[in-house]
Structures are given as C-alpha cells and as structure tokens.
C-alpha cells in the first residue's frame, strides 16, 4: 500500500499539471480575439462623448431641412452628409448659401436659409446693408411701386412717374428706356442699369 500511494501522487500531480497547462493554453488562445473586439467600440464611445478624439464629430444641423437635429458623424465628414442625415435639404432651401463641400467641426451648426421670395433677393447676398438696393435685378414692367422705391435714387414720386411710363406705353422694352421717364437721366439711368431688366 505504501508504494502505490507514491504513484497515485505522482499521477495525480501530473493529471493536475496537464490540466493547468491546457487551462493556460486555452485561456491563452481567446485573449487576443477578444482584446482586439473590445477597443474599437471603447474607441468609438469615448471620442464620441467629447469630440476630441477625432472619431467622431457632433453638429447641429437646423433651419431648412426635413429633421433638424443634433446629429453623430464620423471624423472628416462634410457638410452634405450632416445634410443627408437631417434627411436633406427642403424644397425652400437656399442651397447656394452654403458650402455643402466643406469639412465638419465638433459642436458647429449647419444653418441652411430659406430661399428669398422672387423679387425679393437678400441684400447681405451681395454683401449689402439691409435697405441697400436689392442683389437681383428687378423687372421693369412687373415691379412694384415699393419694390422700385428700394433702389437707388429712386423714391415714391419716381417709382409712379416709372410706373404712369409702363402704363402709358404698354410696357418696357429695354432698360435704357427708363431715360424717357421724367426724372431719370442719364447718371441715373447708368446707376440703375444693372438693378434692372425687361
């Protein structure tokens, strides 16, 4: 009995020291699979907070479009995919106001204007003060007394003695007609030029 008590401890040890090394090995194996699945989404969500790891971008994205909102992107993004997102521009959308190439930048908002009404162009277009004359040229024979009243030299008197014209002769046929209306001349007619057409 005393001799086999040396062997069963013998195997026993080496039972338990084969056990150990295939527990090691195995738990070994899985350990590189599962560290490289873990830091991308840790990655994501710790730049996705601040904005400053440079995974990802939040704008605001409002004014003329389908779903204003706060909107996630990724890094290096640019102004139309935050415009895709927020489900694009709307029909009233002055898309030339904005530089859809241009890339994003954390904690920005993306305005989108709305369209001016025709006849109605914003002055700030042309780099105008507001009250300036308009940046589209307006059209001699359908303005308005008001409409012509914000250009130029010209006031409420002027506006009617343009519109008695239109009246009188069925209409405009070119802008340097305007010099037969009484109180434009010809350094007005020149200054008005191109704020106008037919």
């Known amino acids: 009995m005393s001799e086999r008590d040396p062997r069963r401890l ?26 490289a699945a873990t830091p991308p989404p840790a990655a994501i969500s710790v730049s996705g907070e601040d904005g400053a790891g440079g995974g ?6 409002s004014g003329a479009v389908r779903r204003p909102g706060v909107y996630r992107l990724s890094a290096g993004s640019r102004v139309e995919d935050a415009l895709q997102r927020a489900g694009g521009a709307t029909h009233r959308a002055d898309l030339t106001q904005v530089n859809r190439a241009a890339k994003l930048e954390d904690g920005r908002q993306i305005l989108v204007p709305v369209r001016a009404p025709a006849g109605q162009a ?3 277009t042309a780099g105008a003060a507001p009250g300036a004359t308009p940046a589209a040229p307006l059209n001699l024979n359908t303005a308005t007394a008001e409409q012509l009243d914000t250009l130029d030299g010209v006031g409420p008197a002027t506006a009617q003695k343009i519109l008695d014209y239109r009246k009188a002769h069925n209409g405009f046929g070119s802008v340097d007609e305007l010099d037969q209306v009484p109180g434009i001349g010809p350094k007005r007619l020149a200054a008005l030029r191109d704020h106008l057409r037919v």
């Not at 084969?18 to 070994?28: D, E, G, I, K, Q």
């Not at 990802?56 to 994205?61: A, L, P």
């Open 10 to 35: 013998a195997a026993g040890a080496a039972a338990a020291l084969l056990l150990v090394a295939l527990a090691a090995w195995y738990l070994a194996r899985p350990r590189p699979s599962a560290s």
């Open 56 to 61: 990802r971008v939040i704008v605001d994205v």
């Open 122 to 124: 914003a002055a700030a």
